[in-house]
């Protein structure tokens, strides 16, 4: 059911828009109204850690900027003069047309337009991303469907060669950084990451070896987990889901023996990397213990989440898990399928039951404060959106932002993933209490 | 209702208003306005005042901005309304920098920070088949319960437009239940190619429920359509005896219901208030400033003299535009003397673009070219004394000019060759494709800092500190790449631009 969202904290599936962006060479051509690109890019992009245009972002996006011409006599005919331009003026590798709404609602045939320029054998395919069609989370997963389609050939299979897919590019600020995060932990593992997004990623290059691959990673609470299912299906590839952050020695040591498994990785050459990350780990939890334990008293003991699952269970059980904090609310705000509520819901429950708190499933930020509103001497840290700065404040608590919209914070290469994601979840936490309160 | 909900029911007491249509017809038609030309600046006031200015239209394009953008914006500023998007939840793509700008100018305004009011109805492929308007009443309603606004905004979308969406139907029984105001914005993104439309549609909202006949009149407040600038007004208003009501960001609802009651009606830049203004003067007798905005010393000067006719306050204006340009004199001579011979390009929308124009003009700059987003042929007044073309180019007709909805791919092209010294950018996004090019992008974030005659010396500081150091612009030349291919940047500039129709 869609609901009505005051605050929202996602957008429509034309903004997987930002996922073309995010893949090396590649150019997004939107097939849309006017002003869909832009305030895709405004909320996804720069206004959620300002992140920019990029290469191919920003004010570069093509679009057909339909208009009233196209909504009432077809924009088939003005799809394939954009396409025709963006082939000859964007310098791009691989070119991925996206439906909007306005083309959509009037049946535009723009799947056929495309399929068209395939056969004259340009690098083009099509996803249908209208936006009512769902978020941009679905958006994602279609587009990156579309090319596993549309793109991908058999290819010979390469030893130790693993697909990640993790969050969703743009929408998580810290998607570049988790990435290049999975891939050195990879790395230390002996295995190679092939990345589909982002600067390590080889572009066109990486999306090519897809089929090549021996394992797909999904690292997302749900996104990516039809992708591996079709990958499966038309190259025989198996799949290991993990579908929370490993965030700190426990959580990624685990993730990492799994994925070692998973791989075939030599139980030894495990053993070896993972102590010595944990060995680095301690010796920076250790060093910043004094602290933990002497502000103890006026630090927050209860703590808030509002992000999607993947975020909130993997920070709930390090901060619960090694800080001993305590959870005060947990609110899943991608609106993952209902299907994975149960599922969802455990991955919160892994901890002692006395660790437990409730699971709410809203994206609406009216619902959220009124629940928070029912713990009103609370103080907590909220771990959100920028939206929350304000009931943070009503409950005179503290807060960060690590999630969409995050328009209060510049994400560069930050990362929560792993042992050093820790770390730095740990700097900015208490950075910004420190701050606050001098 | 209570007895304070029904005697607050004055707008729809006013038949004039009740009875006009509730839609705002776009620029293209209303107004004559084009997104594409290429020309010298004369031949473009000539051909638009002959009635013969025809649309430009590209075969290859990059996205452009909407409606839904430039209304929203205005009206998610008003600190006591709501804004509902009946959209699907990418319209709302926006908010997060509304928000932003919210914030930021409360704290600059010493208000409270917080959060812009704002809600999506996030429609899905089940509404688009059998309508929303329930989920709109149900939106109103918990706007309504959420934050007792006294007012709220319905912005309409693409998706609200094609399906046919009533959105009048809900709002009035809402509004007889609620005792507020309530009203449709019709901002559809694809119905106007010239995003300024957008504000139009915001303020048409405005003027048909918001603003009420005068109890009083303020013969000596001022209203100054703007954005989110500081209040430069003031210091050219104040010293004759004038007061500035800047709306409508950051205004209440309260204070718009009574822009009826001002002396007159300016403009900080004439395309975003041409609507409104010649509104407040159609229905409530406001006058509008039609001179061009006091940017540059012409224009300020002739702005100046506007008002103070209008206002009874021409014995104090002569001696303050003396004194003023007195003060500034030597330090501006200095700045011409610095910034002689620099080339200069402007990629704005227009008034506020040919205010930069003029602006530095003033400071010794030669003007090599521009991208200005949109041209209207004429202002809502029909007045062409408010030309801010011609007035910005009445020495220098011969200037190079085009007219480019935000066409970076064509910006860049052009830029290559022209290799100016600095680039003013006032919309978000496009300095980037500037900077790449090793280009000082200037990016005017706040648009009343030029203001006036003060306002030449705090614009050349800013332009100084912005050039003295290019190494931002460098670094982003020699280490990232621009998405086009040669064979484009080696074809004309203007060469996907089509023939006039």
Known sequence: MSTILQHPRHLCALGGQQSVVAIPRAIPILHAGPGCGFKLHTGLGSYNGFQGGCYSGGASLVGSNVGEKEIVFGGEQRLRDVIDGALKVMDGDLYVVLSGCATDLVGDDTENVVAQYRRQGAPIVYAATGGFRGSNLQGHETIVNSIVNQFLTPQEKIPGLVNVWSTV??????????????????AGLGLRANLLFGPDSDGIDSWCRVPAAELNLVVSSWTGLSTAQLLNERFGTPWLHWPTLPIGAIETSRFLRAVAEAAQVDGQVTQIFLERQEKRYHYYFERAADFFLEFRWDLPSHYVTVTDAFYGSGISRLLSGELGLLPLRHFVSDQPPIEQYQAIQQQFAVLSPELNAPVTFTADGDQIASELRKHPKSSPLILGSAWERDIAAELDGCHLSVTSPMMDRLAANGSYFGYDGALRLIEDIYGMILTAVQ | MSVEQQIRQPFTANPVRANRGTGVQIRERRLGSITGFVGTAGELVQIARAGELAERERSFTQ????????????????QDAVVINHAPAGC???FPMFNLYNRYGQGKRKLTRQNARLLTTNLNEQDTIFGATHKLAEAIHKAYRTFQPKAIFVTASCTSGIIGEDLESVIEEAEQELGIPIASVNCEGFRSQVWATGWDAAYNSILRKIVRPPHQKLPETINIITFIGEDYFSELLQPIGLKPNLVVPFTGVEQLERLSEAGATAHMCSTLGTFLAAGLEREYGVPEIKSPPPYGLASTDRWLREVATLTGKSAHVEPFIAAERAAIAAQLEIFRKRFAGRKAFVAAGPSHGHSSMEVLQNLGFDLVGSCIFHHDARLDHGDPAGDSLQAATQHTPGLSYGVCNKQA??????LRRLQPDLVIVRHPSLALSVAKLGIPAVFVDDEHIALGYRGLI??????????????????????????????WLNQPPFSMLGEPR
């Open chain 2, 409 to 414: 791919f064509e910006l860049v092209n052009l």
């Open chain 1, 169 to 186: 590019p743009y929408y998580d600020p810290f998607w570049a950084g988790n990435l290049t995060a999975i891939q050195n932990l990879l």
């Open chain 2, 92 to 94: 709302a793509g926006d």
């Open chain 2, 63 to 78: 996205a452009g901005t909407c409606s839904s953008f430039c209304a929203t914006l205005q009206l998610s500023l008003i």
């Open chain 2, 458 to 487: 705090r614009y050349a500081c800013k332009l100084t500190n912005w050039l003295a150091n290019p190494a931002l612009e460098r670094t982003l030349a020699r280490t990232t790449k621009l998405p086009y291919t040669d064979w």
